[in-house]
């Protein structure tokens, strides 16, 4: 079954492994991958992760191999899935108390600190992935010269609507919590409520532009 890589957690959820490169196209093929499976007798959910997708199932597998080899025959079909999302904008304040980290980022990237602005808030961001946290987004499409390293010692407590950098990645938090991503600016939007339905704000596929209102130094 080629490098992919089925395991079983706890005892009602698979997950689904392939090792890929972090982007759309691939990202597209794990969305069919979770619309297929989805559909199968005893799956409750399929939900998509980043290069990854969870199976919660009704009952204790009792063949994970057939399980395995029919996930990979799924992934190794190559098949894609385009989705029409939505589209949010959200307007952040870079820099100043909630974004302590952007003079780093600016450093660490060789740019300045509007240059870093401008790039970040330049592309229209695809959310690859719902998770971390509830209604988290993981987002593709980071200029790739704002790739910067995780901190050495994370943040104990991030707040609600951080906007941070690490990797090749950015997010806005949904939720207060800890944080080893670089914080860069904060946005007031609530992506999960669970008194909404649906809680979470974005799924899939949904897309992303952030507005800076504010640059403060």
């Known amino acids: 079954m080629g490098d992919t890589r089925t395991s079983l957690i706890g005892s009602r959820a698979i997950?689904?492994?392939?090792?890929c490169p972090f982007d759309l196209e691939h990202q597209q093929r794990f969305w069919a991958l979770a619309e297929a499976c989805a559909a199968w007798p005893g799956v409750l959910e399929a939900v998509p992760g980043m290069t990854n997708l969870t199976l919660l199932l009704d009952r204790v597998p009792v063949d994970i191999d057939r399980l395995a080899r029919d996930l990979d025959a799924l992934w190794s079909s190559?098949?894609?899935?385009?989705?029409?999302g939505r589209t949010l904008e959200i307007d952040i304040v870079y820099g100043g108390k909630g974004g302590p980290h952007l003079a780093e980022v600016a450093e660490m990237t060789d740019l300045s600190i509007d240059e870093v602005v401008r790039r970040h808030s330049g592309p229209t961001y695809t959310v690859y992935a719902v998770g971390s946290h509830a209604g988290y987004c993981y987002l593709g499409g980071l200029d790739p010269r704002l790739e910067t390293p995780r901190r050495k010692t994370p943040l104990t407590r991030l707040p609600g609507g951080s906007l941070s950098v690490?990797?090749?990645q950015t997010g806005v938090s949904a939720s207060a919590g800890p944080s080893g991503w670089n914080t860069i600016g904060a946005a007031e939007v609530a992506f999960f409520d669970p008194g909404r339905d649906p809680a979470a704000l974005?799924?899939?596929?949904?897309q992303i532009r952030f507005r800076p209102v504010d640059v403060l130094t």
């Open 15 to 19: 997950l689904f492994e392939a090792p």
């Open 78 to 84: 190559g098949q894609r899935r385009q989705v029409d």
């Open 202 to 206: 974005l799924r899939p596929g949904d």
């Open 166 to 168: 690490a990797g090749l």
